[in-house]
């Protein structure tokens, strides 16, 4: 896809298979860890960039030119030490993007205060998942299939380019069944950065710049993608 | 005879028609869980009522003759049929008279009914000796009008409710648990009851002219122990009085010490009853759920619900995340879901169980799932794993669904980090916002659907956006605008709340 630099802190139980998944889809990770025993792990397991740090020090992270990286991850074994580090790093940088994983109720509230631009909840979307296993379990497995498998059915996203044949039709008109492909949603530049779901009922124009989210076999997707790109005839 | 019987035990114990019709009825006279045993109790209970209130009337009024023939013939009726088939219910006669043939067979030697038959019948004749059964027999007899006396045996009809009314068992058990107490309280009160009314008889008997016999002083001693004190007999001399005294007194030490074992008694067992009690209300659904370990993850799935469940039971062997629950408000009991008795004690039979497994451990886990799985596969048992390791051994223990919290926190972080945009409206569905659920519709509760081709139900105009078909385990993503609906298929679909409602009331009816 692009190449996006994240900022890896932590590479513990859930820091290890991040960087791994993250690794594997081509982005470039940073890895610090303030323990020995990761760091090493991390550095045996081809991370060689790896730092070892006491997070606790600002001028150790003011050193890593947190800005200059696209998102910085939190996740941290430690829950404390993953509050401070959010902390610190929203006190010393106003504007990056901060992602933090909590693994309790009370950890989740703090690192929002923190500032952590978004907080996943290890015990959130699991509870989630039983309530979805108990009332819909054929949505949920074929749900999961999608989000997890590389190919088959999968999500994605389209910039609409200019003078695509797309623009300027509304949502309700376009057939989208001849590229088997389906339209979930949209972000409608106008709008603001809002994903309006295609269920919501309003009826969009698409312009240049839009970005819309379709549903497909992936080949057909990609498909989709080059004839989007083609000119209004 | 022999033969006669033989073969007749033959052809019961081989006819599938008769043993279902047995277990049938075992089940629901003696199976407090089963669904239809309610019917059976209330009937029973109307009958009861019914014929102690003729009794009670009759004392007093004429009664229709009607209201006489329902109560001699058609209740008693009633009652001996259910004698008879509680008696028929307890033991299989006919499988023991098979079982000593074959042993006979294989032995060699000479086939005797006489012996499984007095094996068999002693099986009955115990039964009918158990106080239920008395009871129920003396509960049939008023039928018979001659002796005018029976009629009181109206009476243990009544009796015949504490088969139905399950606190009384329970208050009967709760002293068997103080026999010893009891017996010893009731010794010395027989003893001191006899001393003192002896020594009474003897000191007063030609003096107090109430006094006339042993039985007399007797019943003064037990009337004063009591503390009752009805005055019809009384002490006139001085050495009487003292004897008075001293039953008084000890007569208060008694009644504040059999008070005091009593309470006690119940006071230990007050957390189990109450705790029986929320199993059998939770036994009462069609379909519930068990929850074992009330730890972060249990509080998060009820802090997640939007609407308030009411069929679930919390199990924990923790007493002190017991507490923790019952203060949180949820309804939870301290006991050990690894047990095979624990889980015996819910209606495992006719009822819907959906377990979820969520202690800490892993080893808890597997062992609970085992065990529910032990007991029955009808239990469905969803599973907390740590890792992905251990998500094959969980799948080996038969667990429906193996849940990991930690793969499940990271894939939402990758797609967090790797596809943003999307990341937010995965969220939304896979949270099950309303704006934008995927739910699915299972065809064959909605019968209308079945036929129509996906064209026909314009998806579109109900805001729906169609996904497609889970048909036979195979998922069919978009299927084309000509395909029919089949009778087991599952459509997916994805909108919002009141689409996806008015949807379904919109197909529930036979339009």
Known sequence: ?233 | MKQILLSFALFLNGSKRYRSIKDFIRDILTNPDNPHKKYIDITIIFLIITSVFILIYEVKNPVHEYFDLYDIYFVSFVFAIEYLLRLWVHNDLSGHIIQEYNDARYLQRDFSLWTPLKKGLAEKFQYMLTPAALIDILAILPAYRPLRILRIFVLFRVLKLLRYTKSIKQFMEVLSNKKFELLTLLFLLFFIVMVSGIAMYVLEERINPHIESLFDAIYWALVTISTVGYGDISPVTGEGRTISILIIISGIAMISFSTSVIVSAFSEKLSELKENRIIEQINKNKSFLLICGYGQMAKMFFRQNEIEMSNYIILDNNFEKVQLAIKDGYRAIHEDASRHDTLQKFNIEHAKITMLCLADNDVENIYIALNAKSISHKIKVIARASSSAMASKYEYAGVDHVLLPNVVANTMIHTAITQPTMHKAIHAILTGKNIARIDELHVNTYPTLIGKNIEALNFKKSKLLFMGIEREGEFMFNPSLSTCIESHDILLVMGRQISLDYFKTLHEGNV
């Open chain 1, 1 to 233: 896809m692009f190449s996006k630099k994240i900022l890896l802190f932590g590479y513990g139980k859930h820091g290890k298979f991040i960087a791994k998944g993250l690794h594997e889809d081509g982005l470039s990770v940073k890895v610090i860890e303030s323990s020995l025993d990761f760091y090493t792990a991390a550095k045996e397991d081809g991370f060689e960039d790896a730092l070892h740090i006491d997070v606790t020090e600002d001028e150790e992270l003011r050193a890593l030119n947190p800005d200059k990286y696209e998102q910085i991850v939190c996740v941290m074994d430690d829950a404390h030490l993953n509050v401070f580090l959010t902390l610190s790093l929203r006190s010393l940088y106003t504007e990056c993007y901060i992602l933090a994983l909590s693994d309790s109720i009370h950890t989740t509230k703090k690192l929002q205060m923190a500032g952590a631009n978004k907080v996943i909840d290890l015990y959130e979307v699991s509870a989630n998942k039983i309530h979805n296993i108990l009332n819909r379990p054929v949505a949920t497995k074929i749900l999961e299939k999608f989000v997890t498998e590389k190919d088959g059915i999968s999500f994605q996203e389209m910039l609409i380019p200019e003078d695509s044949f797309l623009i300027g039709r509304m949502t309700d008109e376009i057939d989208f069944s001849p590229f088997g492909v389906l339209l979930l949603g949209m972000i409608d530049k106008e709008l603001g950065h809002a994903f309006i779901f295609i269920t919501a009922g309003i009826n969009h124009k698409i312009d240049t710049g839009d970005t819309i989210v379709c549903i497909g076999d992936k080949e057909k997707l990609k498909a989709f993608e080059k004839e989007i790109k083609k000119r209004r005839v």
